[in-house]
């Protein structure tokens, strides 16, 4: 019951924002660990043995080699709305991808994490990346030096998937070169977050739908500032 009151509020959101689209059915089911979220164009399906509690008998017995501490540190129920909106979000958002470099990365994450922010506004930030109190407060002070990082020719413009996708997977840390082991994980959707979310302040009538709909990936990028809230 606690669930469907928040995804009501989801649905509403959804159906506001996006009025042509189908609304989403919540589905509640077991996937014996497989998939955590399943999502259709007209259904969010939520696996809920997923989300027992990383303290849980039954969490706590499945394979380390399968199912790593960082995983299974995910396996909270306060996660359970954020990652549904971040599965559906990214789902409905898919045709709008386009796989070029880690900048074109960069914004379709920050695009979705847009969105799922505009789905579901009351979760805290550090909740809607997966992140402890920590990774949160590491993140935000070290933005400006990833963004040193990131912002050459040679990172931000390169084309390698297996380079590029150190910034989005998850994992105890972020593996990227330049990137500390103390670090939050997946600090590129982080990062592309943060990009979208300055060019919709400095841009307040853009749509969610014209977001999506933007391809010129510098004109998003200009108007992002590092550390600037």
């Not at 959804?14 to 042509?20: A, G, Y």
């Not at 999502?39 to 989300?51: A, R």
């Not at 050459?152 to 972020?174: C, L, Q, V």
Request: glycine residues 4%; negative net charge; hydrophobic residues 40%.
């Amino acid at each position: 019951n606690k669930l469907q009151e928040s995804f009501t509020e989801v649905v509403q959101r959804w159906n506001h924002f996006f009025p042509t689209k189908p609304v989403p059915e919540i589905i509640f089911y077991c996937s014996a660990w497989n998939r955590s979220i399943a999502t259709t164009d007209s259904v969010i399906g939520i696996s809920l043995d997923c989300y027992l509690g990383s303290d849980h008998s039954i969490t706590q017995k499945l394979s380390p080699d399968f199912f790593p501490a960082y995983m299974k540190e995910n396996m909270e129920e306060r996660y359970i709305v954020a990652d549904a909106v971040k599965g559906f979000s990214a789902w409905n958002a898919r045709s709008y991808y386009q796989s070029k470099d880690l900048l074109s990365e960069l914004v379709f994450y920050g695009k979705v994490m847009y969105v799922a922010e505009a789905l579901a506004p009351s979760i805290a930030d550090s909740t809607l990346m997966n992140w402890s109190t920590q990774q949160w407060e590491w993140a935000v002070a070290g933005e400006e030096q990833v963004w040193k990082t990131l912002a050459n020719e040679k990172t931000m413009y390169h084309s390698r998937p297996f380079e590029i996708n150190k910034w989005f997977a998850d994992g105890p840390f972020t593996s990227a070169a330049g990137i500390p082991q103390q670090s939050a994980p997946q600090l590129g959707v982080w990062m592309g977050w943060n990009i979208i979310r300055s060019y919709m302040k400095k841009f307040p009538e853009t749509t969610l739908e014209s977001l999506l709909n933007e391809t010129d990936n510098q004109r998003l990028l200009s108007a992002y500032v590092p550390g600037k809230r």
